[in-house]
């Protein structure tokens, strides 16, 4: 079945650009969704179709993806950024939603 | 506001029945289909069911398959989940989410706030 790799944990001081990557086999022949999990609270959607922001997300997140690895990236982080986030794709194999494992992103 | 409100989690024993209820606001609920989602604690997400617009089609991981059932109401607007033969391992918040479907893929917006289902005795 298709897995998703995600490095548990990112670190980046304020003001600095974050990036957090999701792995998998050819994932660059998918489309790739990115959730924000605050702790204690519900995930949302800040990155959908590869690189589309829903309504309200600031355009300080991005995302790409390419080949192996899809890659969300966050502009002049703050410290209101810091959360879990998890990247989403359908396996088309199993015919189901898959998600990474996550990443906790910790702002210095 | 497009808006999920879940309820119905609690504290059951091996063995039980649960059933979650999510109310659904701000949309017109009919026209997509919905998910149930999962966290145990201190873990990641796990996707645990689908139903279409109608309720004509349901999928089902396979670790709840037999046990799980999930419904809905339209005239109600809203998603249900039966939770029978209840495991330790099925301890989560369980989230109640809208799928947004696409030819090729699909995402889940919104979230509700989620229900904590614990299983213990």
């Known amino acids: 079945s298709y897995v998703l790799t995600q490095p548990p944990s990112v670190s980046v001081a304020p003001g600095k650009t974050a990036r957090i990557t999701c792995g998998g086999n050819?994932?660059?022949?998918?489309?790739v969704h990115w959730y924000q999990q605050k702790p204690g609270q519900a995930p949302v959607l800040v990155i959908y179709?590869?690189?589309d922001r829903p309504s309200g997300i600031p355009e300080r997140f991005s995302g790409s993806n390419s080949g192996n690895t899809a890659t969300l990236t966050i502009s002049r982080v703050e410290a209101g950024d810091e959360a879990d986030y998890y990247c989403?794709?359908?396996?088309?194999?199993?015919?189901?939603?898959?998600f990474g494992g996550g990443t906790k992103l910790t702002v210095l | 506001e497009v808006q999920l409100v879940e309820s119905g989690g609690g504290l059951v024993q091996p063995g039980g029945s649960l059933r979650l209820s999510c109310a659904a606001s701000?949309?017109?609920?009919?026209?997509?289909?919905m998910s149930w989602v999962r966290q145990a604690p201190g873990k990641g997400l796990e996707w645990v069911a689908n139903i279409k617009q109608d309720g004509s089609e349901k999928y089902y991981v396979d670790s709840v398959k037999g046990r799980f059932t999930i419904s809905r109401d339209n005239a109600k607007n809203s998603l249900y989940l039966q939770m029978n033969s209840l495991r330790a391992e099925d301890t989560a918040v369980y989230y109640c989410a809208r799928k947004v479907v696409v030819i090729t893929t699909n995402w889940f917006d919104p979230w509700g706030q989620g229900t904590l289902v614990t299983v213990s005795s």
């Open positions: 179709y590869d690189s």
């Open positions: 050819n994932i660059g022949s998918k489309s």
């Open positions: 701000g949309f017109t609920f009919s026209s997509y289909w």
């Open positions: 989403q794709v359908w396996d088309s194999s199993s015919d189901h939603p898959l």
